[in-house]
C-alpha cells in the first residue's frame, strides 16, 4: 500500500484573502521549472512553514535557478556558497576588521545574511563549517566573536548535496539534518518539459525572459508564515501525527525515530500544505503527502528504500475519521 492508496478525507477547498498572491507565487515557481509542480508545492511549504531545505540530487537539474527564482519573487536579497573542504566558517558568517581610521572593529557581514541562501554541495565543507552554517539555520543569528548579529526573519536556506560522490565529502549527522524541514529531489525532466525547455533556449522562439519583479515583499511573506502557524490542527490530527511517530521509534529496521522537534516541524510543513491547498484546517493527507519528504530527511536504518518504508509506516497507523473519536 502507498501513501496515495491509503484512505484520504474528502474536503473542499475554501478561500482566504491571501490565496491570490500564492497562486501568482506558484506559477512563477513552475515558470522557473518546468514540469515539477508536485516538487514547487512541497518547496512552497518548507518556505511557508519557517523551514530549511536540503536538495539530494545529481547536477544540472535546475536547483539554482529555483533558489533564485524564489529570491526574486519574494523580493530578497540571495546569495550562494560553493561548499569546498577549505571554506571557513567566516566565509559563511563575515568576521572583524580592524579600521585603522576609526581605531575600532568592523563587522563585515557574510553571504549568510541574504533572505535566501544556497548552500550547494554542502557535504564538501568541513564538520566546522557545517556547525556554523547550522547554527544560523537553528537560531537565525551568527555569534562572531562574542557578539550576536540576527540574520533576517525570512531567512531560508537551500543546501543540496550530491547523493553519488562520496570522496572528499563529509555526511552530514543525523542531528544536523534533524535542522531541515525536508529533504527532495527534482529528479529529471520528463520529455514533454525537456522539450520546453529546448524551444526555450535553442532559438524557436525568443529566449524567455525571467521576471525578477516580486510577487510579494519580505513583509508580506512574513504575514502569509504567520497565517499558516494559525491553521487549525484538530486533537485527532495531533494524536494522528503523535501515533505516526510514536510508530517512527518502535519500528524495528529503523534506528532513530522522529524526534519532538521532527514532530513539530511536521506539524508545521502539514499546516502550510493544507494552507496552500486553500484550507484553513489539517486533514490526513497533508500529513501523508509530507511524510516522505519531513521523514526522508531524518530516518535512517536498516532499509533501501525510503520511499517504500514511509509507505509501510503510514499504512501500519489507522486514519483518523472525521467525527469519530479514537
Excluded at 473542499?12 to 501568482?24: E, K, M, V, Y
Excluded at 539555520?137 to 543546501?159: C, K, N, W, Y
Aim: glycine share 6%; net charge negative; proline share 7%.
Amino acid at each position: 500500500m502507498t501513501a496515495s492508496s491509503l484512505p484520504r478525507t474528502e474536503t473542499s477547498a475554501g478561500t482566504c484573502r491571501h490565496q491570490p498572491r500564492i497562486d501568482q507565487l506558484r506559477r512563477r515557481l513552475n515558470a522557473a521549472l518546468v514540469g515539477k509542480a508536485d516538487v514547487m508545492e512541497q518547496v512552497l511549504a518548507c518556505l511557508l512553514a519557517r523551514g530549511h531545505l536540503l536538495f539530494e540530487d545529481l547536477p544540472g537539474l535546475g536547483k539554482t535557478t529555483l533558489a533564485k527564482a524564489i529570491s526574486d519573487a519574494i523580493g530578497g536579497a540571495f546569495a550562494r556558497i560553493q561548499c569546498t573542504p577549505d571554506l571557513m566558517p567566516t566565509d559563511i558568517t563575515g568576521f572583524n576588521v580592524f579600521d585603522q581610521r576609526t581605531r575600532e572593529f568592523e563587522f563585515r557581514r557574510g553571504p549568510v545574511f541574504a533572505e535566501v541562501l544556497l548552500a550547494d554541495e554542502i557535504n564538501r565543507a568541513t564538520p566546522r563549517t557545517q556547525s556554523a552554517l547550522f547554527e544560523a539555520m537553528a537560531e537565525r543569528q551568527v555569534t562572531v566573536d562574542g557578539s550576536p548579529h540576527p540574520l533576517a526573519r525570512g531567512f531560508f536556506v537551500i543546501a543540496t548535496q550530491n547523493p553519488v560522490e562520496s570522496h572528499g565529502a563529509f555526511p552530514l549527522p543525523e542531528a544536523q539534518l534533524d535542522r531541515f524541514a525536508m529533504k527532495l529531489a527534482i529528479g529529471y525532466p520528463d520529455r514533454d518539459a525537456e522539450l520546453e525547455l529546448l524551444a526555450r533556449h535553442v532559438g524557436e522562439r525568443p529566449p524567455l525572459e525571467r521576471s525578477t519583479e516580486p510577487v510579494m515583499s519580505m513583509a508580506e511573506l512574513d504575514e502569509l508564515q504567520q497565517h499558516v502557524e494559525s491553521v487549525a490542527v484538530s486533537d485527532a490530527i495531533k494524536g494522528y501525527l503523535i501515533d505516526l511517530a510514536g510508530a517512527t521509534r518502535r519500528r524495528a529496521t529503523i534506528r532513530i525515530g522522529l524526534s519532538p522537534r521532527g514532530l513539530l516541524i511536521w506539524t508545521r510543513v502539514a499546516q502550510a500544505l493544507a494552507h496552500l491547498r486553500g484550507r484553513d484546517f489539517v486533514v490526513p493527507e497533508d500529513v501523508q503527502d509530507t511524510a516522505l519528504s519531513v521523514l526522508g530527511v531524518r530516518l535512517s536504518g536498516d532499509f533501501d528504500d525510503p520511499r517504500r518504508e514511509i509507505d509501510s509506516l503510514l499504512a501500519s497507523v489507522p486514519v483518523p475519521v472525521p467525527g469519530v473519536r479514537r
